[in-house]
């Protein structure tokens, strides 16, 4: 089977980037992490830019496995608006300047450092979108709108999950382990999310729960597992009041 076949040539990759990632992320970071550490930041835009590559790019190639679904992609999104490209570039200096300006307006001083990471978030945020420009060619408002609720639920739960997730391993585990495991979860969620928007509202290609579940569900899972009780909690409120 197609979908089969794509789970056990895909997570291997995603799963490559997710794991160099958090190594490089967990030689660098200690615990506790306050958000989002910007080693992790620019080796993720890195990781995003790789798969961009490799899985879309490479994969979409002539002779590649989804030629045919990246030329039917393409064709749909010049029927919608002419260059893709000078879109995809566009939403970038969009979400760069949305970056500038918090910079720009407080006290902090615009470093390289600084800059250097409005840019990853840029690159970050604009291939995180690219896939839901997919919907754009159905003309279908709730389709977009729905896409970026979702994937916007997914990206804040990762985000503000991880430091929790790499607090709470490091009281099993050394720091080191604590940061690279936490690392390697966010961004494989990162990138296994984006993967299954690019197949299914670019390519068309519906996955089931066999290939939800190890790409999305587990890792989503993992990385809310210190707020399960707090939201149990909160259930239980809701049931029995305060």
């Known amino acids: ?28 970071e200690e615990v506790p992490i306050n958000l989002i550490p910007d080693a992790l930041i620019f080796t993720l835009a890195v990781g995003m830019i790789v798969q961009e590559i490799w899985l879309v ?6 002779g590649g496995t989804y030629e045919k679904e990246l030329r039917d992609y393409t064709n749909r999104m010049l029927q919608f608006f002419d260059n893709k490209i000078f879109w995809i570039i566009g939403i970038f200096i969009i979400f760069f300047t949305l970056g500038l300006i918090p910079l720009l307006i407080s006290n902090e001083d615009a470093t390289i450092i600084s800059i250097l990471r409005i840019l990853c978030v840029s690159v970050i945020l604009t291939l995180g979108i690219d896939p839901i420009l997919g919907t754009l060619p159905k003309k279908d408002g709730t389709t977009t709108v729905g896409a970026l609720v979702i994937y916007g639920v997914v990206i804040h739960s990762g985000l503000s999950g991880y430091p929790a997730l790499a607090v709470e391993l490091n009281n099993y585990l050394s720091s080191f382990s604590a940061v690279t495991c936490s690392s390697i979860v966010l961004t494989y969620l990162l990138l296994s999310t984006r993967w299954a928007y690019i197949r299914n509202l670019c390519y068309l290609m519906a996955d089931g729960w066999e290939s939800f579940t190890p790409r999305i569900g587990i890792p989503l899972l993992i990385i809310l597992a210190p707020e399960i009780p707090s939201f149990l909690e909160i259930v239980s409120r809701i049931y029995i009041g305060p």
């Not at 089977?1 to 660098?28: A, E, H």
């Open 1 to 28: 089977m197609m979908y089969g076949n794509d789970l056990v040539k895909t997570m291997p990759i995603n799963l490559m980037i997710s794991i160099v990632i958090g190594l490089l992320v967990g030689f660098i």
């Open 57 to 62: 790019q490479w994969q979409g190639r002539m």
